[in-house]
Each structure stands twice: as structure tokens, then as C-alpha cells.
């Protein structure tokens, strides 16, 4: 039996011998100073014949190091560690040698006086709450901006108007090395910078300033992201100049110049076009929303926009001790829109009413930004922040429709009405705005921080109201409005927050925290209707007239504890909250006081697998305060159909929140994998109340009730393609969300459900294409409980391709086709739309500095944008005007001025497989200098 046993497995070996086609390399890491071994250095395996990437890996923490599973043959060995000179070996797996050891490795220090080996770097690193993107790995068209650069990222989505989104949520702040630029407006970074100066990308939740002091997470979370550029380009100058003039009297012109010089940064910036080309956010806070805007390319939203805007941006390190930016920028849009709507009213269980509008808008708005920033550290344990963000804004709006409304079940006319509206409103705002003191005592983890958070603003309006109203149940009537209005608004708040923390034992903190807030808000609105005796707006009406006054006073206190370990950070809290609303109509000279009490729970968990794979957890529990427009018992109409009432009774809302995410890169495969999970469940929301009228019309007021849910589920899943060298990624969006409205006094619950499916394919060749290329499908499911009848389903389709071939010569001949599908929405509104946008460019002058371009937009002028939104009481469809064909002729100057370029050491410059970029360095890198991503400095 043991001989049978012995032959069986000669033979196995001798099978399995001859089969095998792998083998396996190995070795260990020291360095030359201290002879310590050297953990997480980037181990890569490189093909000899074309130097693309076979298999790649991490030194353990013993400084040891196996890959295994590797096809035989000739290939390098590269290790590179951060601070050290590459190592290279040429070696050979065959059959006789599939077990190939390097034995001890000694990595040398890094001399600068030796020159620098091109190394190119992970694709992506992920370390605690950073997912990191090197610029490099990801290649862009000639003459891009860092918004094309970001499509190219896993995880991270560029809508049509510049708008961002990584891991599924909105990017609302982008920060170039560390510091704000021009304010919270990511646009003015994407769309100006360039992606040749860019080393990295970093992704994070920005934490508040207090948040990052004390490390202590208060929720005040910021989906941010960092620019780091390249040290090669931190000084010099860089820019752009654009010229163009089409058909149809539309033109473009832009320039942006920036000055690098180490720590000081100067950028400059403007625009001026008709195209809707909009390089920056509106910020529109007096009315909200933004003018039209396709990106670079221009004329994709809804309505058209002719905008002028400039600003400058400044960056400085004053002395040794002092940081400061700041910056200034001033837009002035003009925005025309025709739209054509049509709404279904839900009514009762059996019946709903139909109103179809045409409108025509003109909206005028100029704004001015100021913002500010100071960070002071006069000595090692004293710090402090200020950082004040001032607007000033002007908008005159007018308008001009029609509407005409059937009902239920006869489908016969309910009223007809033509309005027109105009008015002006100015104002000012100083919103976000803070002054910090911080203090670090002897004792390790011991700290004070005072936060003294403000914000002021007023709103000033007056315009005019005019309609004829026929009505045709339950009586034949005719009515007109005609009334002038005069409205002023002023708002104050001012909110402090003292923190001190305390180390109860090794790596555990505790911090006492208390709040005070007072906020203060007068409105006051003054009515006048038309006298046809003295042709002059001098009746005062009362009903649509009001003053109020509102201030709500809370206290604040909390106890939290955290607890950090190597592999995790943990934190839990509680606090009690003390808050009273003080209302008063001065013009009945009515007061109402509420007080009301709230606990604000808080818990974070976090837990780092390894430097490629962590898990965070995030819930709280906090209060919101109704807005004076929806307090104040006001009655506001622009047509004597459809009126809104303010409601003083409104108690503020309690909002649970929890948040998950997951991130994953693999180092040796380059695949990637997130999700992120929120929920939310929120008691004493603040919904609508809606009345239908006899004559037809609305009248809507905002109440209290529970019952609203939602939750959402983001997934990204991608990976690098070899031939041709290309990135996948799949993304799936769930979301789910309840809830309850009042319509004539009946309960009803209205459940969306939305699914939605993507696939992204980019290319990342050496050779002169480039391609992005999109697909994506959505579901949409929407529920009422009132009148299920009237439940819908529909979906959308998208498709978007951007591709771009360009010669050696100069010569750039690109294309972008989207084509956009709606369907199963009300007669006409169903939609399918190709846009193709084909440029050809010739590139000339030294460096290609120069580029001639003629572009044409909506080739086959099949342009239109259509929207469906699903409220509580109604399901409304929209059609709005857009920008159609045009051709136009552009030429564009690039500057590059930078210091001298480091010599380099005459190597190979190793490219992997995949086109990601090839040998890995280390795990790690993080945040700049500064950003701590809410851990204790200590």
C-alpha cells in the first residue's frame, strides 16, 4: 500500500511539474542607514520586452515580500519606496527556477544632487477617509480642464452642467494644495485649472474647523475635493485666452491666468458669452437655482444664458506664522425661458384636476462674492480662524403667462387666467462665517476651543402683480389683480460653540461641549391695489399685507467620548437641547412662545482593514428650524387662483441620519469597490398642506408631520482593461424615499422608489485617442396612497460619448454625441434626444500653443430638455426653450511658463499593462500639510 501510495504521488509531482507555467518571486527590504526593514514599499513586476505591469504587491511589515502566480519568463523587478532610490533587477521564472529569490534588498537613500528616476505611481490610494487619485495614471485630451480629468476617475460623475458627485454625493467645495479657492464654488477650479499641473486628487468629508481641532466629528460634513499640484509647477505661470464668434450672433470669450510662486497664488479669471457657457455657480440666494449651463462646451440647459463674469483669487503665507486667502468675484446673467407645463392636481381619491401653463421669463441678476480666509498660529499651542463670506446681489425678474385648468371626471374647463409679473430685489448675505480661538495646554490631548459662527443678510423686493382670471365653476366670474408690493426682510444670527477636551486614559478623550444660538428674523410685507380714480397703487390691502417677527433662542449640551486604536477610531455622544421660539405678528399684535427640548445623539465608527480597505459608520440626531417665509401668516398670490399661507404654529423638525461607507482598492489587480449607504427618518417634518378651491385653484401652507423616510445606495465597482488599454466602472444607484402631505385635509403618502444603472468605459492609451464613453438607465416607481389610480412608472435612457483623435501635427478632430430617452410621461412630453457636437482644431504656434478651432453645436438640431418632478400633491411634466444649432469659429492661447524641470536619470519610464500607470509607491501620502480629517492634533 505504501509503495502505491509513494508511485501515486511521484507521478502527481511529476504531472503537476510538467503543467506548471507560474512561478513566484520573493525577497525582503532594508534600508542602508539603519538597516530597518521597510514595510508597504510598492513591489512591481514588469515585463522585459515592453515594460507593461504582470503583477504588482506590498512589502510586509518584516519587510518581506511574495508574488506568486506569474507566467514564466524574462521580466524586471522594481521596488521603490518613498524617500529611497529605486531598486532594479532583471530576472527569469522557467521551470527550473519558478521559485526566484532576491534574498536581501538593501534601498539606498535618496540623494537630490543625483537627479530623479521617473517613477509612475498607484492609480489610486485609499488611507482612512482619502481616497487619492494620481493625475498622471489617467490621460486627458490636449487643452483639457481637471473636469475632464474627473471623468476619468472611478466613483466620480461630471453632469452635463460641471456638477460633481464622487461616492454618489454632490462635490460642494474644492480646495487647490490645501486652501479654498475663489470660496465654495468647485466650478471655478474645474473648469479653469488645467490638468497638466495636477499631481493629485484627493476625495474626502471635510469637517468643520472646530470638528478638525478637537477630533470630535459634530456632522458638519463637506463632500470636498483636494487638488494637489505638481512640484515642478508651483512656479510659473499658466493661463488661457479664448475668442470666438459664431452664427446667429453668439460668441464665446474667457481668460483665466494664474501666478504660482511656492506658497502665493494669484488667479485670475473671466468670461463673457451667450452660449451658456457658465465656469462658475450662480448663487443665486435671493431666488435660488442657477442659470442655464452645459459645461465647456455650452448650451445644453434649460432657457438661455448671456453671462459676464470675472474674479480674482489670492493665496498667501504672511511670515512664518500666517495663511491667508481670499477672493472676489462678480457675475451679471441674463437668462430668457419659455416654458410649457403641464401638471396633474391630486384632488381626492377619485378625482384630479389638469393645468397646463405657458410662461416666458426674463431674469436679470448681478452678484457680487467676497470671501475671506486667515489661519494664525502665533506660537505652538495657540492657534486662530476667521473666515468671512460676504454677497451682495441684484435680480430683476418678469414674466408672462397662460393657464387654463380642466378637472375630473367630465374633463371640463375650470378657469383660464394671463398674468404678468416684475419686480427687483437686492440684498446682501454673510453666511458660513466664523472666528475661532484654539489652545493646546501642556498635557497631551488637552485642548479649548471657542467657535463663534455668525450670519446676517437682508432681502429687499418690490414689484408688480397683473392678472385676468375667468372662472367657470361653480359660478361664471371674471377677476383681476392688479397689485403693487413692497417687501423687506432682515435676518441675524449668532451662534457660539466652547469645546474642551480632555485624555482619560490612553488614546481615550472626552469633550464637554456647549452651545448657545440666537437667531433673529423681520419681515415685513406691504400690499397696494390698483385705484382706477387716482390711476396710482394706493389701497392698501390688508389681507395680502403683514409684518412678523421671529427669534428662537437655544442651549446646547454635550458629553463625548472617543476611543482610537490602531485599526479603528470610535467616538459616541449625547446632548440636550433647549430651544424657544418667540413669534410675533406685529400687525395684529399676536405673540406665540414654544419651547421645545431635543436630545442630539451622536456615534462614528471607523475601521481601517489595511491601508487599501476601511468601513465607516456615521449617525445623528439634530433639529431644524422652519424658515420665516413659511412662519409668517402671510398670504401671497401672483394671480388670484393659487395662493400660499406662512404658518406661525410650525414646531422645528428632528432629522435621525445614518451614514455607511465602504472603500476597497486592490493594489495588485487595480479594481476598486465602494458604497456608501444614508438613511434618514425625520419627525415633525415640515410638508404641505393643500386645499383645492372651488374656483379651481390651490391655496398651500406648510405643517408639521411625521412619517417621512428615505434611503439611498450608491455602488461603484471598476476595474482596468488591457486591450486596449481602458478603465470599466459600474455604478448602481438605489434610492427610496416616504413622504406624508395633507390635500384637502386627507392623508396621503407618496412613495418614490428610483433605480438606475450605470456603465462607464474610459480610454487611457499613449496614442492619439481618447475616448469616454456612458450608458446609463433609470427606473422610476412613484406611489400615492390618496389615489393609487394615478400611481406612475417611468424611465429614462442616456447615452454620452466623448471622443477625441489628435495627430502629431496638431490636428484634433473630436465629437460628443449624447442622446437622451424619456418615456411613459403625459401626451407630449415624451422625448428622444440626439445632441451631436463635432469640432475639428488645428494646433500651431511653439509648444502648440496656439489652436484654431470650428465647432458646431446641435449638429442635427434635435435639442430640447424635458423634466418630469413628483411631489406630494402633483405630478408635473415641463418643457423649457434651449439653445439650438450654431457654428462657431474659436481661437484659444495656452500659456506655460514654470521654473526649470529636474534633470532626470537616463532610464526606462515603465508604463503597465493596463495603462494605469505602472510600478506602485508606497501606500500612504493622505491630506496636505494642514488637513487632518478630523483627528486629534497631538
Given at each position: 500500500?505504501?509503495?502505491?501510495?509513494?508511485?501515486?504521488?511521484?507521478?502527481?509531482?511529476v504531472?503537476?511539474?510538467?503543467?506548471q507555467?507560474?512561478?513566484?518571486?520573493?525577497?525582503?527590504l532594508?534600508?542602508?542607514?539603519?538597516?530597518?526593514?521597510?514595510?508597504?514599499?510598492?513591489?512591481?513586476?514588469?515585463?522585459?520586452?515592453?515594460?507593461?505591469?504582470?503583477?504588482?504587491?506590498?512589502?510586509?511589515?518584516?519587510?518581506?515580500?511574495?508574488?506568486?502566480?506569474?507566467?514564466?519568463?524574462?521580466?524586471?523587478?522594481?521596488?521603490?519606496?518613498?524617500?529611497?532610490?529605486?531598486?532594479?533587477?532583471?530576472?527569469?521564472?522557467?521551470?527550473?527556477?519558478?521559485v526566484?529569490?532576491?534574498?536581501?534588498?538593501?534601498l539606498?537613500?535618496?540623494?537630490?544632487?543625483?537627479?530623479?528616476?521617473?517613477?509612475?505611481?498607484?492609480?489610486?490610494?485609499v488611507?482612512?477617509?482619502?481616497?487619492?487619485?494620481?493625475?498622471?495614471?489617467?490621460?486627458?485630451?490636449?487643452?483639457?480642464?481637471?473636469?475632464?480629468?474627473?471623468?476619468?476617475?472611478?466613483?466620480?460623475?461630471?453632469?452635463?452642467?460641471?456638477?460633481?458627485?464622487?461616492?454618489?454625493?454632490?462635490?460642494?467645495?474644492?480646495?487647490?494644495?490645501?486652501?479654498?479657492?475663489?470660496?465654495?464654488?468647485?466650478?471655478?477650479?474645474?473648469?479653469n485649472?488645467?490638468?497638466?499641473?495636477v499631481?493629485?486628487?484627493?476625495?474626502?468629508?471635510?469637517?468643520?474647523?472646530?470638528?478638525?481641532?478637537?477630533?470630535?466629528?459634530?456632522?458638519?460634513?463637506?463632500?470636498?475635493?483636494?487638488?494637489?499640484?505638481?512640484?515642478?509647477?508651483?512656479?510659473?505661470?499658466?493661463?488661457?485666452?479664448?475668442?470666438?464668434?459664431?452664427?446667429?450672433?453668439?460668441?464665446?470669450?474667457?481668460?483665466?491666468?494664474h501666478?504660482?510662486?511656492?506658497?502665493?497664488?494669484?488667479?485670475?479669471?473671466?468670461?463673457?458669452?451667450?452660449?451658456?457657457?457658465q465656469?462658475?455657480?450662480?448663487?443665486?440666494?435671493?431666488?435660488?437655482?442657477?442659470g442655464?449651463?452645459?459645461?465647456?462646451?455650452?448650451?445644453?440647459?434649460?432657457?438661455?444664458?448671456?453671462?459676464?463674469?470675472?474674479?480674482?483669487?489670492?493665496?498667501?503665507?504672511?511670515?512664518?506664522?500666517?495663511?491667508?486667502?481670499?477672493?472676489?468675484?462678480?457675475?451679471?446673467?441674463?437668462?430668457?425661458?419659455?416654458?410649457?407645463?403641464?401638471?396633474?392636481?391630486?384632488?381626492?381619491?377619485?378625482?384630479?384636476?389638469?393645468?397646463?401653463?405657458?410662461?416666458?421669463?426674463?431674469?436679470?441678476?448681478?452678484?457680487?462674492?467676497?470671501?475671506?480666509?486667515?489661519?494664525?498660529?502665533?506660537?505652538?499651542?495657540?492657534?486662530?480662524?476667521?473666515?468671512?463670506?460676504?454677497?451682495?446681489?441684484?435680480?430683476?425678474?418678469?414674466?408672462?403667462?397662460?393657464?387654463?385648468?380642466?378637472?375630473?371626471?367630465?374633463?371640463?374647463?375650470?378657469?383660464?387666467?394671463?398674468?404678468?409679473?416684475?419686480?427687483?430685489?437686492s440684498g446682501?448675505?454673510?453666511?458660513?462665517?466664523?472666528?475661532?480661538?484654539?489652545?493646546?495646554?501642556?498635557?497631551?490631548?488637552?485642548?479649548?476651543?471657542?467657535?463663534?459662527?455668525?450670519?446676517?443678510?437682508?432681502n429687499?423686493?418690490?414689484?408688480?402683480?397683473?392678472?385676468?382670471?375667468?372662472?367657470?365653476?361653480?359660478?361664471?366670474?371674471?377677476?383681476?389683480?392688479?397689485?403693487?408690493?413692497?417687501?423687506?426682510?432682515?435676518?441675524?444670527?449668532?451662534?457660539?460653540?466652547?469645546?474642551?477636551?480632555?485624555?482619560?486614559?490612553?488614546?481615550?478623550?472626552?469633550?464637554f461641549?456647549?452651545?448657545f444660538?440666537?437667531?433673529?428674523?423681520?419681515?415685513?410685507?406691504?400690499t397696494?391695489?390698483?385705484?382706477?380714480?387716482?390711476?396710482?397703487?394706493s389701497?392698501?390691502?390688508?389681507?395680502?399685507?403683514?409684518?412678523?417677527?421671529?427669534?428662537?433662542?437655544?442651549?446646547?449640551?454635550?458629553?463625548?467620548?472617543?476611543?482610537?486604536?490602531?485599526?479603528y477610531?470610535?467616538?459616541?455622544?449625547?446632548?440636550?437641547?433647549?430651544t424657544?421660539?418667540?413669534?410675533?405678528?406685529?400687525?395684529?399684535?399676536?405673540?406665540?412662545?414654544?419651547?421645545?427640548?431635543?436630545?442630539?445623539?451622536?456615534?462614528?465608527?471607523?475601521?481601517?482593514?489595511?491601508?487599501?480597505?476601511?468601513?465607516?459608520?456615521?449617525?445623528?440626531?439634530?433639529?431644524?428650524?422652519?424658515?420665516?417665509?413659511?412662519?409668517?401668516?402671510?398670504?401671497?398670490?401672483?394671480?388670484?387662483?393659487?395662493?400660499?399661507?406662512?404658518?406661525?404654529?410650525?414646531?422645528?423638525?428632528?432629522?435621525?441620519?445614518?451614514?455607511?461607507?465602504?472603500?476597497?482598492?486592490?493594489?495588485?489587480?487595480?479594481?476598486?469597490?465602494?458604497?456608501?449607504?444614508?438613511?434618514?427618518?425625520?419627525?415633525?417634518?415640515?410638508?404641505?398642506?393643500?386645499?383645492?378651491?372651488?374656483?379651481?385653484?390651490?391655496?398651500?401652507?406648510?405643517?408639521?408631520?411625521?412619517?417621512?423616510?428615505?434611503?439611498?445606495?450608491?455602488?461603484?465597482?471598476?476595474?482596468?482593461?488591457?486591450?486596449?488599454?481602458?478603465?470599466?466602472?459600474?455604478?448602481?444607484?438605489v434610492?427610496?424615499?416616504?413622504?406624508?402631505?395633507?390635500?384637502?385635509?386627507?392623508?396621503?403618502?407618496?412613495?418614490?422608489?428610483?433605480?438606475?444603472?450605470?456603465?462607464?468605459?474610459?480610454?487611457?492609451?499613449?496614442?492619439?485617442?481618447?475616448?469616454?464613453?456612458?450608458?446609463?438607465?433609470?427606473?422610476?416607481?412613484?406611489?400615492?396612497?390618496?389615489?393609487?389610480?394615478q400611481?406612475?412608472?417611468?424611465?429614462?435612457?442616456?447615452?454620452?460619448?466623448?471622443?477625441?483623435?489628435?495627430?502629431?501635427?496638431?490636428?484634433?478632430?473630436?465629437?460628443?454625441?449624447?442622446?437622451?430617452?424619456?418615456?411613459?410621461?403625459?401626451?407630449?412630453?415624451?422625448?428622444?434626444?440626439?445632441?451631436?457636437?463635432?469640432?475639428?482644431?488645428?494646433?500651431?504656434?511653439?509648444?502648440?500653443?496656439?489652436?484654431?478651432?470650428?465647432?458646431?453645436?446641435?449638429?442635427?438640431?434635435?435639442?430640447?430638455?424635458?423634466?418630469?418632478?413628483?411631489?406630494?400633491?402633483?405630478?408635473?411634466?415641463?418643457?423649457?426653450?434651449?439653445?439650438?444649432?450654431?457654428?462657431?469659429?474659436?481661437?484659444?492661447?495656452?500659456?506655460?511658463?514654470?521654473?526649470?524641470?529636474?534633470?532626470?536619470?537616463?532610464?526606462?519610464?515603465?508604463?503597465?499593462?493596463n495603462?494605469?500607470?505602472?510600478?506602485?509607491?508606497?501606500?500612504?501620502?493622505?491630506?496636505?500639510?494642514?488637513?487632518?480629517?478630523?483627528?486629534?492634533?497631538?
Amino acid at each position: 500500500m505504501k509503495k502505491i501510495l509513494t508511485c501515486l504521488c511521484m507521478c502527481a509531482s511529476v504531472f503537476f511539474g510538467f503543467g506548471q507555467t507560474t512561478g513566484t518571486i520573493k525577497g525582503k527590504l532594508t534600508d542602508t542607514l539603519s538597516k530597518q526593514t521597510l514595510k508597504d514599499a510598492s513591489v512591481t513586476v514588469l515585463n522585459a520586452g515592453d515594460s507593461t505591469l504582470e503583477m504588482a504587491g506590498l512589502s510586509k511589515a518584516d519587510g518581506s515580500f511574495e508574488i506568486g502566480n506569474i507566467p514564466f519568463g524574462s521580466y524586471i523587478v522594481h521596488v521603490a519606496f518613498q524617500g529611497f532610490d529605486p531598486f532594479y533587477r532583471n530576472i527569469s521564472l522557467s521551470k527550473t527556477n519558478a521559485v526566484h529569490d532576491l534574498g536581501n534588498i538593501i534601498l539606498h537613500v535618496h540623494e537630490n544632487d543625483l537627479g530623479m528616476v521617473t517613477v509612475t505611481q498607484s492609480p489610486i490610494t485609499v488611507r482612512n477617509d482619502t481616497i487619492e487619485y494620481n493625475a498622471s495614471s489617467f490621460k486627458t485630451k490636449p487643452n483639457a480642464v481637471v473636469e475632464d480629468l474627473l471623468k476619468k476617475f472611478p466613483g466620480m460623475d461630471v453632469d452635463k452642467n460641471g456638477g460633481v458627485k464622487a461616492q454618489g454625493e454632490t462635490v460642494q467645495r474644492i480646495l487647490v494644495n490645501g486652501k479654498r479657492f475663489f470660496g465654495d464654488d468647485p466650478k471655478l477650479a474645474t473648469k479653469n485649472l488645467p490638468p497638466d499641473i495636477v499631481d493629485k486628487i484627493q476625495v474626502f468629508d471635510d469637517l468643520s474647523d472646530q470638528s478638525k481641532f478637537t477630533g470630535f466629528d459634530d456632522g458638519n460634513r463637506v463632500k470636498t475635493i483636494n487638488i494637489t499640484t505638481k512640484k515642478d509647477k508651483q512656479k510659473g505661470y499658466f493661463g488661457k485666452a479664448v475668442a470666438g464668434a459664431g452664427d446667429n450672433g453668439t460668441y464665446d470669450e474667457s481668460i483665466n491666468l494664474h501666478r504660482m510662486n511656492g506658497n502665493q497664488q494669484i488667479a485670475i479669471v473671466g468670461q463673457a458669452n451667450n452660449i451658456n457657457k457658465q465656469s462658475f455657480t450662480s448663487q443665486d440666494f435671493l431666488n435660488g437655482g442657477n442659470g442655464g449651463g452645459r459645461g465647456r462646451s455650452g448650451g445644453g440647459g434649460a432657457g438661455i444664458t448671456t453671462s459676464l463674469a470675472g474674479g480674482l483669487n489670492y493665496r498667501d503665507t504672511w511670515g512664518s506664522k500666517t495663511d491667508v486667502s481670499g477672493s472676489y468675484f462678480y457675475n451679471d446673467q441674463r437668462t430668457n425661458s419659455e416654458q410649457e407645463t403641464r401638471t396633474q392636481n391630486i384632488l381626492k381619491q377619485d378625482s384630479s384636476s389638469y393645468n397646463e401653463r405657458e410662461r416666458n421669463s426674463l431674469r436679470s441678476n448681478r452678484n457680487h462674492r467676497i470671501n475671506f480666509n486667515i489661519e494664525s498660529k502665533p506660537d505652538s499651542n495657540n492657534s486662530w480662524v476667521f473666515r468671512p463670506n460676504i454677497s451682495f446681489q441684484q435680480a430683476v425678474p418678469s414674466s408672462s403667462s397662460s393657464n387654463l385648468t380642466t378637472a375630473d371626471p367630465d374633463g371640463k374647463l375650470v378657469n383660464r387666467s394671463a398674468s404678468t409679473s416684475s419686480g427687483t430685489n437686492s440684498g446682501f448675505n454673510i453666511n458660513g462665517s466664523n472666528l475661532q480661538f484654539r489652545h493646546r495646554f501642556a498635557k497631551k490631548a488637552r485642548t479649548v476651543s471657542l467657535d463663534l459662527g455668525f450670519s446676517a443678510g437682508t432681502n429687499n423686493s418690490q414689484g408688480y402683480n397683473y392678472s385676468i382670471n375667468d372662472f367657470f365653476r361653480p359660478v361664471s366670474k371674471t377677476d383681476t389683480l392688479n397689485q403693487y408690493y413692497i417687501s423687506k426682510s432682515n435676518s441675524f444670527s449668532f451662534s457660539p460653540t466652547l469645546s474642551y477636551t480632555e485624555p482619560i486614559g490612553r488614546n481615550q478623550i472626552l469633550e464637554f461641549n456647549y452651545n448657545f444660538s440666537y437667531s433673529r428674523n423681520n419681515s415685513s410685507n406691504n400690499t397696494y391695489r390698483f385705484n382706477k380714480q387716482t390711476g396710482t397703487y394706493s389701497t392698501f390691502d390688508s389681507l395680502f399685507s403683514n409684518s412678523y417677527n421671529f427669534t428662537s433662542t437655544s442651549n446646547r449640551g454635550s458629553l463625548n467620548y472617543r476611543l482610537q486604536g490602531t485599526k479603528y477610531n470610535f467616538s459616541l455622544g449625547s446632548g440636550i437641547q433647549f430651544t424657544e421660539q418667540n413669534s410675533l405678528n406685529t400687525t395684529k399684535n399676536i405673540q406665540v412662545i414654544n419651547k421645545f427640548t431635543n436630545f442630539t445623539p451622536t456615534a462614528n465608527f471607523q475601521y481601517n482593514f489595511s491601508k487599501t480597505r476601511n468601513l465607516r459608520v456615521n449617525y445623528n440626531g439634530r433639529t431644524g428650524q422652519p424658515s420665516i417665509q413659511q412662519l409668517q401668516p402671510l398670504v401671497t398670490t401672483s394671480d388670484s387662483i393659487n395662493f400660499q399661507i406662512g404658518n406661525p404654529d410650525l414646531k422645528p423638525q428632528f432629522t435621525h441620519s445614518l451614514r455607511v461607507l465602504y472603500h476597497s482598492f486592490d493594489p495588485v489587480t487595480q479594481r476598486v469597490f465602494m458604497f456608501t449607504v444614508n438613511a434618514s427618518a425625520v419627525h415633525n417634518d415640515i410638508q404641505s398642506s393643500v386645499i383645492q378651491n372651488a374656483n379651481g385653484g390651490r391655496t398651500s401652507t406648510s405643517v408639521n408631520l411625521d412619517g417621512t423616510y428615505a434611503i439611498s445606495g450608491y455602488l461603484n465597482y471598476g476595474f482596468p482593461l488591457k486591450n486596449p488599454k481602458s478603465n470599466l466602472n459600474f455604478t448602481t444607484n438605489v434610492n427610496y424615499n416616504q413622504a406624508q402631505t395633507l390635500v384637502n385635509k386627507q392623508s396621503n403618502f407618496t412613495r418614490n422608489t428610483q433605480l438606475s444603472q450605470t456603465i462607464k468605459w474610459t480610454t487611457n492609451l499613449k496614442d492619439n485617442f481618447d475616448m469616454n464613453f456612458s450608458a446609463t438607465t433609470s427606473y422610476t416607481i412613484a406611489r400615492n396612497s390618496l389615489q393609487s389610480t394615478q400611481n406612475a412608472n417611468y424611465y429614462s435612457q442616456s447615452f454620452s460619448t466623448e471622443a477625441t483623435y489628435y495627430t502629431d501635427n496638431g490636428w484634433i478632430v473630436s465629437a460628443d454625441f449624447d442622446y437622451t430617452y424619456t418615456g411613459n410621461r403625459t401626451g407630449g412630453f415624451s422625448a428622444s434626444v440626439p445632441l451631436l457636437n463635432p469640432s475639428i482644431a488645428k494646433q500651431f504656434l511653439k509648444n502648440n500653443a496656439g489652436e484654431l478651432r470650428l465647432s458646431v453645436f446641435d449638429l442635427l438640431n434635435q435639442n430640447q430638455s424635458v423634466t418630469r418632478s413628483v411631489t406630494g400633491s402633483t405630478i408635473q411634466d415641463q418643457r423649457s426653450t434651449v439653445l439650438t444649432r450654431y457654428a462657431m469659429l474659436t481661437f484659444t492661447y495656452n500659456l506655460r511658463q514654470f521654473g526649470a524641470k529636474p534633470k532626470r536619470r537616463p532610464f526606462m519610464q515603465a508604463t503597465p499593462r493596463n495603462g494605469n500607470g505602472g510600478g506602485m509607491i508606497r501606500q500612504g501620502g493622505g491630506r496636505p500639510g494642514g488637513m487632518r480629517g478630523g483627528r486629534n492634533e497631538e
